[in-house]
């Protein structure tokens, strides 16, 4: 079992950060109990339930939130739980009647975390977003992209999942820690547009130091520099090259056979454009396993730039098992790694309402109260959908 083994976390389901949040909880060892809507919501993308990998490794229980004993349900629940978690927009979960101060006043040692875009506060708490709008408002949309280019989409890795989700997992814990000592609950309040402006820390530095600017495309760690650049190959293929310290930039020239004086290690930055030139036309002159063969494995700081369905297949994340086989396809294992706790993928992704009646069995509820649940309308027993 996991490190976070015998802690006990609802989440109420929605999309974006939370599920990713909870994954990570369940796959450090919580049982975290996702509590989906009784009929669909129509949110967000439709995966079909085997391939919905972020609502892997917890079971899923089907309560209808707008019935008065569903949120009683949900109420009894907390008690026994030491977290609650959930991405709605600030006050959502106020008018269902299951909000901090209602979940505190039957459990006063509860965690209640709450991952949004704009965060509980502020004149835009209120306003629809997605990860996009978020990283734009803090610098790091801007940051990224290259020069006399429009800003590029980071895929949503810096606001749903990076400042999002990540810090929503960090707070819960955090705030878990401290309950065991002083016996009490608190809110948490992770928003997106905090955690990517969190993430961008360094540049800042960076920038108020003067060693970067505030131009894309122009800095060391932002395509700027030749030392720190994606390259294509003969065979329109991509390496990514990154020797940003002399040491490794000298391993660099060595394996390229070049003395310094041809491809000097330079930090100025008018030197880099012809710098960049030169070294992308030699680039051009090999392919990506070419390169691989005299580049991977050495200090030059050398990686192939591998597709989703490449990188599966490399020897360093095969043998680490950084992916593995399951839910109709390859997927991400569970991180970080313990040597005593190992954190593990707990079971597949759910259909909505798959564990209803195993779980409320095991959080405390006898048959005939599940059954008249059941019949009442107010929680859905569903059979899974995806293979065994």
Request: charged share 20%; hydrophobic share 40%; with cysteine.
């Amino acid at each position: 079992m996991g490190p976070l083994a015998g802690v006990k976390i609802i989440e109420l389901a929605g999309i974006g950060p939370c599920p990713m949040a909870a994954m990570l909880l369940a796959e450090l060892g919580a049982d975290v109990l996702k509590v989906d809507r009784l009929r669909p919501s129509g949110l967000g993308i439709t995966l079909p339930d085997e391939h919905a990998l972020l609502n892997r490794s917890r079971r899923s229980l089907a309560v209808d939130l707008k019935h008065a004993d569903g949120v009683a349900l949900m109420l009894r629940l907390c008690e026994q739980a030491d977290a609650l978690i959930e991405g709605f927009r600030p006050g959502v979960t106020e008018r269902l009647g299951l909000g901090p101060d209602d979940c505190f006043t039957r459990n006063p040692r509860l965690v209640y975390g709450r991952v949004t875009g704009w965060g509980q506060t502020g004149p835009l708490a209120q306003a629809a977003g997605h990860d996009l709008n978020y990283i734009a408002l803090t610098g790091a949309l801007h940051a990224t992209g290259r020069a006399g280019q429009p800003p590029t989409p980071p895929l949503n890795l810096v606001g749903d999942f990076g400042g999002g989700a990540l810090y929503l997992a960090l707070g819960v814990v955090s705030a878990l820690f401290e309950a065991r000592e002083s016996g009490q609950g608190q809110v948490v309040d992770a928003a997106m547009v905090d955690g990517a402006a969190s993430l961008m820390t360094a540049a800042y530095a960076l920038l108020n130091a003067g060693v970067s600017q505030d131009v894309r495309g122009t800095n060391l760690l932002d395509s700027g520099a030749h030392c720190y650049d994606v390259y294509e190959t003969s065979d329109a293929k991509h390496i990514a090259l990154a020797p940003i310290e002399p040491g490794f930039y000298a391993v660099l020239l060595d394996r390229l056979h070049m003395r310094n004086d041809e491809l000097p290690h330079s930090i100025d930055r008018k030197d880099w454009p012809e710098l960049k030139t030169k070294l992308a036309a030699l680039i051009r002159t090999r392919t990506r396993d070419d390169w691989t063969d005299i580049l991977e494995g050495t200090d030059a700081c050398f990686a192939p730039v591998l597709s989703l369905t490449e990188a599966p297949h490399h020897p360093h994340n095969r043998e680490r098992a950084t992916f593995v086989e399951g839910s109709g396809g390859w997927q991400p294992s569970a991180a970080p790694r313990f040597s005593r706790t190992p954190s593990a993928i707990r079971r597949a992704p759910a259909a909505a309402g798959e564990h209803t009646r195993q779980a409320l069995a095991d959080w405390g509820l006898d048959a005939p109260e599940i059954d008249a649940l059941i019949a009442n309308g107010v929680v859905a027993q569903r059979p899974p959908t995806g293979p065994p």
